[in-house]
């Protein structure tokens, strides 16, 4: 469908050319008239399926066919899990706006605050935030939502996760009054804390899924490979890079000290890598993500902390060097390739630890995942099974396991024996007792 048929004002269309976006994707069919309409929506689609433009041009549109609720206030407020996924979100708001008269804020945990309440002293008409910095806004009486037309929140799945419950219901207790409408977009409608807040904060929403939440990305070829350990991986990961043509490749690892010792391991291969992790400042994760986002490593080693909301068309790669712990997870870490119709690799490496993460993937995608193996890299790890896996379990408790059991029966009862024999006495057999043996005397 083309962005022609979503009843678009003509100037945003004339953006939308320039911006060279033709066919609109199937989130944007089904979300761009709703929001239109006016209507409270509840949203679900895969990573890279466009979302952002799909709620990016119905709030443009509203600011632009109907007058401001209030001259000071803010009149959409776009939240955002993360500081990346917020940049992202800005960066994308920036060109749409660009050649209009109307302006835009972005206010992030872990900038200056003094300098944000300027910001927001001058009245912008957008405002991209993460939530705990705007609740802290708030509080000092920086703005105010009585005027605010549009509330969107982009992965309120991730925001309940991290813990943000309480800062949202704070924003939507400042905004709430029957012309406010709501979007609220999240990576799956199944989670039960989206679908209570969802209840409390949207009025008779449209709910739209695109795709199932745990469908693999078309565009993406998944290959899993069994490693038996941490060198077996390490051996396997210089191998990849070394037969793998890939122009960006993001390297996901469970810890953080993970991160810098396999950023050092790939320097000493000869590869330009930077390391990102939760425990760095603001501005340090700033840095990296703009270095490698214009491309001076190709090489991004990483925790879940850039798994959402980094949107860079080089990555070509995704390599799981540990899977993750929850399936969903997964998604959305190689869901940074393959961005707008590219290809994409996403290879994942399976030793005896990931074992269970892998099978409760396996059940989340509800597919059997096959394997693959290097040339001259075989392992001999293949999976455990059931019977493997119960008989780990108990050789791992088996020490414990005596002391349990006597502690659970109490102490040992001695059997009793009787002092008495049947002896055949004419009809019926009588008990006859036997003498008692002096103490001391064997039996």
């Given at each position: 469908m083309?962005f022609?048929?979503?009843?678009l ?6 953006t ?7 066919q609109?994707t199937?989130i ?7 929001a239109?309409?006016g209507?409270?929506l509840?949203a679900?689609s895969?990573?890279?399926s466009g979302?952002?433009l799909?709620f ?6 509203r600011l632009?066919?109907?007058k401001?609720l ?5 009149r959409?407020l776009?939240l955002a899990p993360t500081?990346?996924l917020a940049?992202?979100v800005?960066g994308q708001l920036?060109l749409v706006v660009?050649?209009?008269s109307?302006?835009?804020e972005?206010?992030?945990g872990?900038e ?6 300027k910001a927001?002293?001058r009245?912008p008409h957008f405002?991209v935030?993460?939530?705990g910095?705007?609740?802290?806004h ?6 105010h939502?009585?005027?605010l037309?549009m509330?969107?929140?982009d ?8 813990g943000?419950?309480?800062q949202?219901?704070?924003i939507h207790k400042a905004?709430d ?5 709501t ?9 039960a ?7 409390e904060l ?16 078309d565009?993406?070829?998944?290959r899993?490979?069994?490693s038996d ?11 990849l ?11 996901f ?7 810098d ?9 000869g590869y330009s890598a930077?390391?990102l992790?939760?425990e760095l400042?603001?501005?340090g994760?700033?840095?990296?993500m ?5 491309g001076k490593a190709?090489i991004?080693?990483?925790t879940?902390v850039a798994s ?9 790669h995704v390599i ?5 712990k929850?399936?969903?997870e997964?998604v959305?870490?190689?869901g940074?390739?393959?961005?707008a119709g590219?290809?994409g690799?996403a ?5 005896p ?9 396996e ?7 096959a394997f ?17 896996r ?16 006597a502690h659970k029966?109490?102490p040992k009862?001695?059997k009793?024996?009787?002092a008495?024999?049947?002896t ?5 057999p009588?008990r006859?007792?036997?003498k008692p ?7």
């Amino acid at each position: 469908m083309h962005f022609s048929e979503l009843m678009l004002d003509r100037r945003l269309l004339a953006t939308v050319e320039h911006l060279g976006f033709t066919q609109a994707t199937e989130i944007q069919q089904k979300a761009i008239p709703t929001a239109i309409a006016g209507k409270d929506l509840l949203a679900s689609s895969r990573t890279g399926s466009g979302k952002t433009l799909a709620f990016l041009l119905p709030a443009m549109q509203r600011l632009m066919k109907h007058k401001a609720l209030s001259k000071r206030d803010p009149r959409v407020l776009i939240l955002a899990p993360t500081r990346e996924l917020a940049k992202q979100v800005y960066g994308q708001l920036r060109l749409v706006v660009a050649n209009t008269s109307y302006k835009s804020e972005l206010i992030l945990g872990g900038e200056d605050f003094n300098q944000q309440s300027k910001a927001l002293a001058r009245d912008p008409h957008f405002v991209v935030a993460t939530p705990g910095r705007l609740a802290d806004h708030l509080d000092h009486g920086h703005l105010h939502l009585h005027g605010l037309e549009m509330l969107i929140l982009d992965e309120a799945d991730r925001m309940l996760d991290l813990g943000f419950a309480e800062q949202l219901q704070a924003i939507h207790k400042a905004a709430d009054h029957r012309k406010r409408q709501t979007l609220m977009f999240s990576a799956t409608l199944d989670h039960a804390q989206v679908n209570e807040f969802g209840a409390e904060l949207l009025q008779s929403p449209t709910r739209i899924r695109i795709d199932a939440e745990a469908k693999i990305h078309d565009d993406i070829h998944h290959r899993f490979l069994f490693s038996d350990h941490l060198e077996h991986k390490e051996a396997q990961l210089k191998a990849l890079l070394e037969k793998q043509d890939f122009t960006q490749l993001i390297l996901f690892t469970a810890t953080r000290s993970d991160t810098d010792r396999l950023a050092q391991l790939v320097s000493e291969w000869g590869y330009s890598a930077l390391a990102l992790s939760g425990e760095l400042s603001q501005s340090g994760r700033n840095q990296i993500m703009q270095e490698f986002a214009a491309g001076k490593a190709p090489i991004l080693i990483t925790t879940d902390v850039a798994s959402r909301g980094l949107d860079i068309a080089r990555v070509s790669h995704v390599i799981n060097f540990d899977l993750p712990k929850h399936a969903e997870e997964y998604v959305h870490r190689v869901g940074r390739t393959g961005r707008a119709g590219a290809k994409g690799d996403a290879f994942s490496l399976v030793g005896p630890k990931d074992w269970a993460s892998f099978k409760q993937l396996e059940s989340f995608l509800d597919q059997p995942l096959a394997f693959e193996a290097l040339p001259g890299m075989e392992a001999k790890f293949k999976g455990f099974t059931l019977r493997q896996r119960a008989a780990k379990i108990g050789a791992s408790s088996k020490a414990s396991q005596p002391q349990e059991k006597a502690h659970k029966r109490g102490p040992k009862k001695v059997k009793k024996k009787f002092a008495f024999k049947l002896t055949e006495v004419g009809d019926a057999p009588m008990r006859m007792k036997k003498k008692p043996k002096p103490d001391g005397e064997a039996e």
